[in-house]
């Protein structure tokens, strides 16, 4: 039987949402049955050393003595006492985890973190995620983005595009030579007009891409705007959330930059918006997706480019008047490419050819789209200089496996912490290295550190080999800690066998699970009897170990 996680809303229906955002952060703690939760945003998840002992010793002193890695490759604290929110504040602060007091919730920024480490990449997007962190911080409107707004930075390699992003950027690699810029088939010697640029040559090709694989998220309670307890895994597939913050009532955001496009450079990117994903034909260029929309801009222009996806966002959440969390909770936001750009108008912006109509003359400078909710991306990308193409039809974001536990290259190691939780010792156990990259496979890839390191970090208890059980098993905050939880299912996750990922849930809301299709992981569910839900199947506790190495290993 397969998995049958919380459904999504109907997409027939409009969602409605009243409430504002209630998502934690590092000044505002959540109330948990276990004391106060932190969530510490880490845009790549990128860390110092000094940084790592800082939340180490905040961990000890202030919390329970771990630190929880999100789906994100962000941080939560838990445990905290009464009171501790100025000094954690004041610690966080001056270890430079907090540059923008007004911005920490909103840095929810993932990027491949493997990325120029070993040789699979075809752009360093940890360039990219500091270069968009500095522009969401520098501007006052980003402040009403939603806690959970995403924005996936992939370096080519297909790890971080299937997460769901609100705003994903994909590097080009070989995979998208044969992609197809332009809706219809313009004839020889067309050229293909741009938005805020001079025409350039069209370009076509056939689609490129294989079937996404969703992971999981930053888990959200039952769609209540009350903060989730983070469900936690080692390895697997990252899915998206499903809960984001209200962006209605917002101030409305501001002009963003006014450069042009410029000429494109090497090690370029495709972005999507939306979760929704095309192919890039050169190194240069990247794809940008919002609700079905697809635009090419220059490689150079990837973090500008992101920044107005989310100038789109909030003008179209504020238009709608329903509270959206999330690009795909906007109206319209589900339909085709070229259904989503005719929506919006776009045969009437300047400079834009629809993908359906190529040749067909420029319109009106005012968007049609204006005022209806419906995400203008084009419109969005005008106001920033930014020189843009729609591209139709979008392929399949490109997937690939999280990394295996151990090497990468030659001097980075890749390690997964059990169920996605480290004590400090083991957090401090990453040390020394160059860099800590935080992983949204709840993990973390340590820089500079040698191979011969990796029996040390696994007697600490960390995960450091693919055959390690361990790999892929995720769970739920459950007892303790959640008061709605149904078991103590960190207690009771046990791994049974390598093979799918599994998740433990702790009730019927499944905080944290992935989004993968049927079968392609283990949902276990306590029940109020006392007894669990493996796929479906009752299972007594006493017979959990069989039942899930069994779903494991028989699919």
Same mark, same amino acid.
């Given at each position: 039987?397969?998995?049958?996680?919380?459904?999504? #809303?109907?997409?027939?229906? #409009?969602?409605?949402?009243?409430?504002?955002?209630?998502?934690?952060?590092?000044?505002?703690?959540? &109330?948990? *049955?276990?004391?106060?939760?932190?969530?510490?945003?880490?845009?790549? +998840?990128? %860390?110092?050393?000094?940084?790592?002992?800082?939340?180490?010793?905040?961990?000890?002193?202030?919390?329970?003595?771990?630190?929880?890695?999100?789906?994100?490759?962000?941080?939560?604290?838990?445990?905290?006492?009464?009171?501790?929110?100025?000094? /954690?504040?004041?610690?966080?602060?001056?270890?430079?985890?907090?540059?923008?007091?007004?911005?920490?919730?909103?840095?929810?920024? =993932?990027?491949?973190?493997?990325?120029?480490?070993?040789?699979?990449?075809?752009?360093?997007?940890? %360039?990219?995620?500091?270069? /968009?962190?500095?522009?969401?911080?520098?501007?006052?409107?980003?402040?009403?983005?939603?806690?959970?707004?995403?924005?996936?930075? *992939?370096?080519?390699?297909?790890?971080?595009?299937?997460?769901?992003? *609100?705003?994903?950027?994909?590097?080009?690699?070989?995979?998208?030579?044969?992609?197809?810029?332009?809706? +219809?088939?313009?004839?020889?010697?067309?050229?293909?007009?741009? =938005? !805020?640029?001079?025409?350039?040559?069209?370009?076509?090709?056939?689609?490129?891409? @294989?079937?996404?694989?969703?992971?999981?998220?930053?888990?959200?309670?039952? @769609?209540?705007?009350?903060?989730?307890?983070?469900?936690?895994?080692?390895?697997?597939?990252?899915?998206?959330?499903?809960?984001?913050?209200?962006? $209605?009532?917002?101030?409305?955001?501001?002009?963003?930059?006014?450069?042009?496009?410029?000429?494109?450079?090497?090690?370029?990117?495709?972005?999507?918006?939306?979760?929704?994903?095309?192919?890039?034909?050169?190194?240069?260029?990247?794809?940008?997706? =919002?609700?079905?929309?697809?635009?090419?801009?220059?490689?150079?222009?990837?973090?500008?480019?992101?920044?107005?996806?989310? *100038?789109?966002?909030?003008?179209?959440?504020?238009?709608?008047?329903?509270?959206?969390?999330?690009?795909?909770?906007?109206? +319209?936001?589900?339909?085709?490419?070229?259904?989503?750009?005719?929506?919006?108008?776009?045969?009437? /912006?300047?400079?834009?050819?629809?993908?359906?109509? &190529?040749?067909?003359?420029?319109?009106?400078?005012?968007?049609?789209?204006?005022?209806? !909710?419906?995400?203008?991306?084009?419109?969005?990308?005008?106001?920033?200089?930014?020189?843009?193409?729609?591209?139709?039809?979008?392929?399949?974001?490109?997937?690939?496996?999280?990394?295996?536990?151990?090497?990468?290259?030659?001097?980075?190691?890749?390690?997964?912490?059990?169920?996605?939780?480290?004590?400090?010792?083991?957090?401090?156990?990453?040390?020394?290295?160059?860099?800590?990259?935080?992983?949204?496979?709840?993990?973390?890839?340590?820089?500079?550190?040698?191979? $011969?390191?990796?029996?040390?970090?696994?007697?600490?208890?960390?995960?450091?080999?693919?055959?390690?059980?361990?790999?892929?098993?995720?769970?739920?905050?459950?007892?303790?800690?959640?008061?709605?939880?149904?078991?103590?299912?960190?207690?009771?996750?046990?791994?049974?066998?390598?093979?799918?990922?599994?998740?433990?849930? !702790?009730?019927?809301?499944?905080?944290?699970?992935?989004?993968?299709?049927?079968?392609?992981?283990?949902?276990?569910?306590?029940?109020?009897?006392?007894?669990?839900?493996?796929?479906?199947?009752?299972? &007594?506790?006493?017979?959990?170990?069989?039942? =899930?190495?069994?779903?494991?290993?028989?699919?």
């Amino acid at each position: 039987m397969s998995p049958t996680p919380p459904t999504t #809303p109907n997409q027939g229906e #409009p969602l409605i949402r009243d409430r504002g955002d209630a998502c934690p952060g590092a000044l505002r703690l959540h &109330p948990a *049955d276990d004391g106060g939760l932190a969530r510490l945003r880490l845009p790549a +998840g990128l %860390l110092t050393s000094h940084q790592v002992e800082v939340l180490a010793s905040a961990a000890e002193s202030l919390g329970d003595g771990r630190v929880t890695v999100t789906s994100r490759g962000n941080v939560e604290l838990r445990g905290l006492g009464g009171g501790c929110g100025a000094e /954690l504040a004041d610690r966080l602060t001056e270890a430079g985890l907090l540059p923008s007091a007004t911005h920490e919730r909103v840095r929810n920024i =993932v990027a491949s973190p493997t990325a120029g480490l070993d040789g699979l990449g075809h752009a360093d997007v940890q %360039l990219w995620a500091r270069e /968009l962190d500095a522009l969401l911080c520098a501007e006052p409107w980003t402040a009403a983005l939603s806690g959970r707004f995403l924005f996936a930075l *992939d370096d080519g390699r297909g790890d971080v595009a299937g997460l769901g992003g *609100d705003v994903t950027l994909i590097a080009a690699g070989p995979w998208a030579d044969d992609a197809r810029i332009t809706g +219809g088939s313009p004839t020889p010697g067309e050229t293909e007009a741009s =938005v !805020g640029g001079s025409p350039r040559p069209s370009e076509t090709g056939t689609s490129a891409g @294989g079937s996404p694989t969703p992971g999981e998220t930053e888990a959200s309670v039952g @769609g209540s705007p009350t903060p989730s307890e983070t469900g936690t895994s080692a390895g697997g597939s990252p899915t998206p959330g499903e809960t984001e913050t209200s962006a $209605t009532g917002s101030p409305t955001p501001g002009e963003t930059g006014t450069s042009a496009g410029g000429s494109p450079t090497p090690g370029g990117a495709r972005a999507s918006v939306g979760g929704l994903v095309g192919t890039v034909p050169r190194a240069a260029d990247v794809l940008l997706y =919002v609700g079905g929309q697809a635009f090419r801009v220059a490689g150079a222009d990837a973090p500008r480019a992101a920044l107005a996806a989310a *100038d789109a966002f909030l003008r179209a959440a504020r238009a709608a008047g329903n509270g959206a969390w999330r690009v795909k909770e906007l109206p +319209g936001a589900g339909a085709t490419g070229a259904e989503a750009i005719d929506a919006v108008g776009a045969k009437e /912006l300047p400079g834009v050819r629809p993908a359906d109509s &190529p040749g067909e003359g420029a319109g009106t400078a005012d968007a049609p789209g204006a005022g209806t !909710g419906l995400l203008d991306l084009a419109a969005a990308l005008t106001r920033a200089g930014i020189d843009a193409r729609p591209v139709v039809p979008a392929p399949p974001l490109p997937h690939r496996a999280p990394p295996a536990p151990g090497l990468l290259g030659s001097d980075a190691l890749h390690v997964l912490a059990p169920l996605g939780r480290m004590t400090a010792a083991q957090l401090r156990a990453l040390l020394p290295a160059d860099e800590v990259r935080l992983t949204p496979w709840r993990g973390a890839v340590v820089v500079g550190s040698p191979r $011969t390191r990796l029996p040390e970090l696994d007697a600490a208890g960390l995960i450091t080999r693919p055959d390690d059980p361990r790999v892929g098993v995720g769970a739920c905050t459950g007892r303790p800690g959640c008061a709605k939880s149904l078991a103590d299912v960190r207690a009771d996750a046990v791994p049974g066998a390598p093979g799918l990922p599994v998740h433990f849930s !702790g009730c019927e809301r499944r905080c944290g699970h992935p989004q993968g299709a049927p079968g392609t992981w283990v949902d276990v569910v306590a029940t109020a009897e006392g007894t669990y839900l493996v796929d479906g199947r009752p299972t &007594p506790r006493n017979s959990l170990t069989e039942a =899930v190495a069994t779903a494991r290993t028989t699919r």
